[in-house]
């Protein structure tokens, strides 16, 4: 049975491909879903892939994945700079964590240089685009075996 990875997508990620495309590119969220689908079959994993623009959603998605999932692939989008709610949540979770931003966020506004996910991630990928998602695939393979 391949290993499961949870794919978890903060606020307005729901809106990718449509909002700010010179930023975050025009893959909508259901290409970046079928391209990891796609992968982590060739990887010999298993992905589920949620999106919530709620704090509290993120929150109880991290929670589920505790029980189901063999690592976390986080994509945490605002949240990142603000949440400590996510951070303990990540921090419950056993497995590893990769934290994936589309953009480069340290060419960006400097409140966005601070990643409270980045405290417990095993990883950080930025401005990779959309791709990052998928290199985090690859690693979080070698990481969960």
């Not at 999932?69 to 994509?75: F, H, M, T």
Request: overall charge negative.
């Amino acid at each position: 049975m391949p290993k499961l990875i949870s794919i978890l997508n903060g606020p307005n990620l729901n809106l990718l491909g449509k909002r700010q495309p010179e930023i975050y590119g025009s893959e909508t969220l259901a290409d970046v879903e079928k391209a990891c689908a796609a992968l982590a079959g060739e990887l010999g994993l298993a992905t589920t892939f949620h999106q919530s623009n709620y704090e509290g959603g993120v929150v109880e998605l991290i929670h589920a994945a505790r029980e189901t999932s063999a690592g976390v692939i986080i994509n945490p989008a605002a949240y990142t700079h603000t949440s400590v709610a996510i951070l303990d949540a990540l921090n419950a979770f056993e497995g590893p964590v990769i934290e994936v931003h589309i953009s480069n966020v340290h060419k960006r506004e400097s409140f966005r240089h601070h990643s409270y996910v980045s405290l417990r991630a095993d990883g950080v990928i930025a401005g990779l685009g959309t791709e990052g998602y998928l290199l985090a695939l690859r690693r979080m393979k070698t990481l969960v075996g």
